[in-house]
């Protein structure tokens, strides 16, 4: 069965420090991994999209790394800001196109 | 540009009843999804569109649940009699192409059956 967990399921952190949410998967024949962030009340916001031959995509602050011999993957959100609360999505497809979505990591950063 | 955008916004009816909810996909993405995400649990596949042809509906819960996406724009789910367990969040997803293009997703359906 196709399964995607997400660790930890919550974080806190200060503004201006750094933070990384992790995503293992199982999904096969994968396809690839998705990092989405999701604000309370609103649909989710692609951040990166990642295929199996590349190991890391940056979108601002924003960097996703992957490591598909051990099937996982990690979101490194630097020098945090307020805005940056949100649940942070990670979504694996497999070649056939479906989506395997994991619960989230609901992020709060504090001032 | 447009994104995707989804009709209502909100939903309250009562047990039984019927509701229709509505997607707009980004013109010119053949691929539409509808998804959903229920009290508390991770957002969960319901089917997923070609065109108007139903690429793969394994995701649909039971024969109360109609999707259908005539003339392949717009996409509609209705749910048929709506029952307490279907409250949640319903979005739709659409994209150009399979592999590496982005998903994109609406704001979403907020669906409560009382």
């Known amino acids: 069965k196709n399964q995607v967990e997400q660790s930890p399921q919550s974080l806190i952190i200060l503004e201006g420090k750094n933070c990384t949410l992790q995503?293992?998967?199982?999904?096969?024949?994968?396809?690839?991994l998705r990092w989405y962030k999701q604000d309370t009340g609103r649909g989710p916001v692609s951040l990166t999209i990642?295929?199996?031959?590349?190991n890391t995509k940056s979108n601002g602050r924003y960097t996703a790394t992957l490591d598909a011999d051990t099937k996982q993957s990690s979101l490194h959100i630097t020098a945090s800001q307020l805005s940056d609360s949100a649940s942070y999505i990670c979504?694996?497809?497999?070649?056939?196109?479906?989506?395997?979505f994991g619960d989230g990591t609901t992020l709060t950063v504090k001032p | 540009e447009a994104g995707v955008t989804q009709f209502p916004s909100h939903s309250v009816i009562e047990k039984g009843q019927t509701v229709t909810l509505r997607c707009d996909p980004i013109?010119?993405?053949?691929?539409l999804y509808w998804y959903r995400r229920v009290m508390g649990k991770e957002i969960k596949f319901l089917l997923h569109?070609?065109?108007?042809?139903?690429?793969?509906e394994s995701g649909m819960p039971n024969n109360r649940f109609l999707a259908e996406r005539t003339g392949g724009t717009y996409s509609t789910l209705k749910v048929q009699p709506a029952e307490l367990e279907d409250s949640g969040v319903y979005f739709c997803?659409?994209?150009?192409?399979?592999?590496?293009?982005?998903?994109?997703f609406g704001e979403g359906s907020w669906l409560t059956v009382v």
């Open positions: 997803a659409s994209s150009q192409e399979l592999a590496r293009n982005t998903i994109y």
């Open positions: 995503c293992n998967y199982t999904v096969s024949p994968f396809s690839n």
């Open positions: 990642m295929t199996f031959s590349e």
């Open positions: 979504v694996v497809s497999a070649r056939a196109g479906k989506s395997t």
């Open positions: 013109s010119g993405h053949d691929n």
């Open positions: 569109f070609v065109k108007e042809s139903k690429q793969d």
